[in-house]
């Protein structure tokens, strides 16, 4: 026969701590405590099968059920020797969801079940406490009604204010024996007029009800949706734990508390938590009466609270993690009702698996594995203040978007990329806010302090920049409808309008818009957070670089660790001087230019312009990566992206360039592409205009020489990207190596510099044992890599992605591919281009340069395929670096378990 209740109590149980899945978290951790000897009621736990069984079957329980729970409720009676019902002692017990994966406040409890007309009395008298019996049942009766019956919480609620003014009193604790009897009679009238039922007077049915509504309450709205973004899957329901009731309502001598074993706010070892006088169960937490903390407790009750001390050590030594507990005392005896591993902040996250190291307690190991990777993307940001009152916030949120990089930002609202920068200019804070952003908008998305756009998803343009420079950004806020022209936008579902220049407040962590100047503080950067990250840094064999574009990005990516450049974009030097953004314009002009030209010359002359630019670039890149390898990419966006396509800037620029617009028109005209992702851009470019990649070898090439001259130590890796021949790639490692050898030669110094491809193209992964005879390193661009594999477009995959994502609609995807590796697939062409490649140069340098080389799972797969290094943008670093050590303690803990099987 198939077992569906198990049992705990007097110092038995059976089940434990590791039985989550089946006993839920609450039920495991009951079956823990029961079994180390800490004081808990005894109970018994209807396993998270029953509810998978029960939503399987068409809302019916297994037949064994009926049986199975009246044996379990007769071995609890005999244990706690009272029974159901009892009229002179009755015994009264809590019913309580909870599944494998905490799910705060999603599920119902029911306290003080089995009372009736007849038990109440007993417990009055048994306790010699009237008022103390009414008041249980008032609460049974009020929780009944709401949870099982699904009655109007209010309504109840008014029943309970006016009995209070009926009587003459302010507090819960001040109300007589004789008003809580009067309560009682009014909720079961209310009970009658609503269900034209009886209240159930019989414990067994009372017990039915409760058990069903827990279930019930699994597929409840809230709990899908908490589920959903929580991105909760694959549980099997929830458990139903029904134990004895203890009371901390009965008097001063009891009370009822919850308690950390260390602050999980700052992480500290010390005692944390709030304790109330004369109360039960949500009270502490409700907000009816202030609680006190713990240091009172120690004061009221010294001997309860050793004790609780000695739990806290005890738990904390077993579970080897921080623990989060609830209590009750009950006539001064102590009894543990809950614990689970308790929620923290980023900062107490280092802080907690540090000491606990040094405390021997766990290994450095361990520590390393116990922070995730958002902890550290937290850690960054400045955040909205927790100061501002929930009210506020709530009534000035103006729309939802996606949460593409977390943090939050302040400023006024700017439309426009250009304007954005002179406000900036002038000392303003701003929000630069758009449809959606292109290369164009890089210099003001650079002085913004946040960037909001209404199209896209985590990937798009808008998500991809500001994610390289840890910069708040919410994408795909579709609900605000952006007019350029009235510099205005509309909330189209509650018509609230914004103007430019208005505040705005981002929270990218949540993706909410408000329309209000709120306070932020940036959280404190921990010392721990150095010392864990050494940690990890001593653990891992993957090398982490950076994607860094500018000096600037360059020497923030050191501080967070890198170890080199992994993706240098070099167009993005087109368009900004980060250095000196008044210059920018000279930049954008020479590329107009040597895209307009339409010779070789022309191309030529225009290109000179271009060199001293760009050698600057590197030079300061070089400089900050000094002894580090810095891989570059040669040009790889389509021409197009460069030029302007409204009329009124073509003209500008021809003015400024002294042809006529016609030409400039003409020749934008002519750039046109039906599908620019797979047309003339990355190396195809080059081979048609080879005078680019000359420009830009010799750039690179003349900065290094200068930098090794000036005695810095440079190791240049050049990149082309695009690659899909083995044939095509020669061509240009030629050209490149021309140049390059050359200009070393009448330098006559020594210089090594690599020459390798980007693999982005299936056929180039394909085909890998032939492009390694020419490429002395890959990099895997997942990027395009993924569009190209899956057929996919990045920019446009926001419109219909989140349904593959989403379980309930097609849920072809567990995640995002974007965002993390489509290990399946993308996954096992870099298995095959990393082992085919090897087969013709075994030291073949393999790197991946994707938005997935800053994705913690994606990282780990790239240790697990031999990579020699991932390259980040420099705030996701530091992740990268976790991944890479975590995944080396997950294999050899895999390792360890199959061994000892
Ligand atoms: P949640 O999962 O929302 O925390 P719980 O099932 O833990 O819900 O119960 C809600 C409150 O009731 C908690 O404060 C808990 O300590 C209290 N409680 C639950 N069972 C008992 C019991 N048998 N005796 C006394 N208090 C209880
Ligand atoms: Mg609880
Ligand atoms: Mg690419």
Not at 299 to 321: A, F, G, I, N, S
Not at 791 to 808: I, M, N, Q, T
């Amino acid at each position: 026969m198939k077992k569906w209740v198990y049992f705990f109590g007097a110092g038995k149980a059976e089940g434990d701590g590791e039985w989550r899945d089946l006993l839920g978290g609450k039920g495991a951790g009951l079956a823990e405590m029961t079994k180390i000897g800490l004081p808990v009621p005894a109970g018994f736990t209807v396993s998270t099968e029953t509810c998978d069984y029960f939503y399987k079957n068409g809302k019916k329980y297994p037949s064994e059920l009926k049986k199975q729970i009246a044996e379990n409720v007769a071995k609890l009676e005999k244990t706690t020797k009272k029974q159901l019902g009892d009229p002179k002692n009755p015994l009264l017990v809590s019913v309580r969801s909870g599944s494998a994966r905490s799910m705060p406040g999603m599920m119902e409890t029911i306290l003080n079940l089995g009372l009736n007309d007849k038990s109440v009395a007993g417990l009055g008298h048994v306790t010699n406490n009237e008022r103390f019996a009414y008041d249980a049942y008032r609460r049974f009766v009020q929780m009944y009604s709401t949870v099982v019956m699904g009655m109007s919480k209010e309504d109840l609620e008014h029943r309970l204010r006016t009995m209070k003014q009926r009587v003459g009193v302010k507090e819960d604790t001040a109300v007589p024996a004789s008003g809580w009897k009067d309560l009682v009679a009014e909720y079961k009238q209310y009970f009658r007029e609503k269900s034209g039922k009886a209240f159930p007077e019989d414990p067994m049915e009372q017990l039915w009800g409760a058990i069903g509504a827990v279930f019930g309450s699994w597929m409840a709205e809230k709990a899908v949706t908490y589920r959903r973004v929580e991105k909760i899957t694959g549980l099997l329901g929830t458990a139903v734990n029904v134990m004895q009731m203890v009371f901390g309502n009965t008097g001063d001598n009891s009370g009822t508390g919850v308690c950390f074993t260390r602050d999980p706010s700052s992480g500290e070892k010390i005692f944390y938590g709030d304790y109330l006088t004369n109360a039960q169960g949500e009270d502490v937490v409700a907000g009816i009466r202030t609680p006190v903390h713990l240091t009172e407790l120690a004061k009221l009750m010294p001997k309860v609270y050793d004790q609780l001390e000695k739990v806290r050590v005890k738990l904390e030594k077993h579970y080897r993690d921080m623990q989060d507990m609830e209590f009750t005392v009950e006539d001064g005896t102590l009894y543990m009702l809950q614990t689970r591993t308790g929620k923290r902040t980023p900062a107490a996250a280092f802080h907690i698996a540090m000491d606990m190291a040094n405390e021997k307690l766990i290994t450095k190991e361990e520590a390393v594995l116990r922070i995730k990777p958002e902890d550290i993307e937290r850690l960054f940001y400045p955040v909205i203040d927790s100061k501002v009152d929930k009210k506020t916030l709530e009534s000035k949120i103006l729309a939802h978007g996606i949460n593409a990089v977390p943090g939050a930002a302040v400023g006024k609202i700017c439309f426009s990329a250009n304007e954005t920068e002179e406000w900036a200019k002038r000392g303003e804070k701003v929000i630069l806010v758009r449809r959606e952003t292109s290369p164009e908008d890089v210099g003001g998305m650079a002085v913004a302090q946040g960037i909001l756009t209404a199209t896209g998803g985590k990937t798009s343009h808008a998500a991809v920049v500001a994610r390289g420079w840890g910069k708040c950004c919410i994408v795909g806020a579709e609900t605000l409808d952006i007019n350029y022209s009235t510099k205005t936008m509309t909330h189209t579902k509650s018509g609230k309008v914004v103007k430019e220049g208005e505040w705005l407040t981002l929270d990218g962590s949540e993706g909410i818009v408000y329309s209000a100047q709120l306070a932020l503080v940036t959280p404190e950067f921990p010392k721990t957070y150095r010392t864990l990250m050494k940690w990890a840094d001593e653990i891992r064999r993957l090398r982490v670089r950076t994607n860094a574009d500018t000096p600037q990005d360059a020497r923030k990516a050191i501080e967070f660790g890198a170890e080199g450049i992994g993706l240098c974009r070099t167009e993005h030097m087109f368009f900004t001087d980060f250095d000196h953004p008044e210059k920018s314009h000279d930049r954008q002009l020479a590329i107009q230019e040597m895209i307009l030209a339409d010779n070789r010359e022309a191309r030529v002359k225009a290109l000179e312009k271009l060199l001293p630019f760009q050698r600057r670039d590197f030079v300061g890149i070089f400089q900050a990566m000094n002894g580090f390898p810095v891989t570059i990419r040669l040009i790889d966006p389509p021409l197009h992206e460069f030029v302007p396509h409204e009329h009124a800037k073509q003209a500008e620029l021809a003015k400024e360039l002294g042809i006529p617009v016609e030409t400039v028109a003409r020749r934008v005209e002519q750039l046109h592409e039906a599908n620019p992702m797979l047309g003339h851009r990355g190396c195809r470019l080059s081979i048609t205009y080879p005078e680019i990649l000359e420009m830009q070898v010799r750039a690179i090439i003349e900065a290094a020489i200068e930098c090794q001259r000036g005695g810095v130590k440079v190791l240049p890796e050049i990149m082309i990207p695009l690659t899909l021949d083995k044939k095509e790639l020669g061509i240009l490692e030629q050209a490149t190596r021309r140049v390059a050898d050359d200009l070393i030669k009448k330098a006559n110094i020594k210089l090594p510099y690599l020459v390798g491809t980007m693999i982005e193209l299936p056929r180039a992964a394909l085909l890998a044992n032939e492009i390694a005879e020419v490429a002395e390193f890959f990099s895997f661009g997942t990027n395009d890599l993924t569009q190209t594999t899956m057929g996919l477009s990045r920019d446009d995959a926001g419109r219909f992605l989140p349904d593959y994502v989403d379980e309930k609609k097609a849920g072809v995807f567990a995640g995002d591919p974007f965002q993390t590796l489509d290990i399946k697939g993308v996954g096992m062409l870099m298995r095959w281009g990393i082992e085919k490649g090897r087969e013709t140069r075994p030291k073949l340098k393999v790197g991946i340069c994707g938005e997935h080389g800053g994705d913690a799972d994606s990282v780990k797969f790239c240790h697990e395929i031999g990579m020699d290094y991932v390259s980040a943008s420099p705030f996701r670093v530091p992740i990268s670096r976790l991944a890479a050590a975590q995944v080396v303690v997950e294999t050899k803990q895999k390792a360890a378990k199959g061994k000892k099987k």
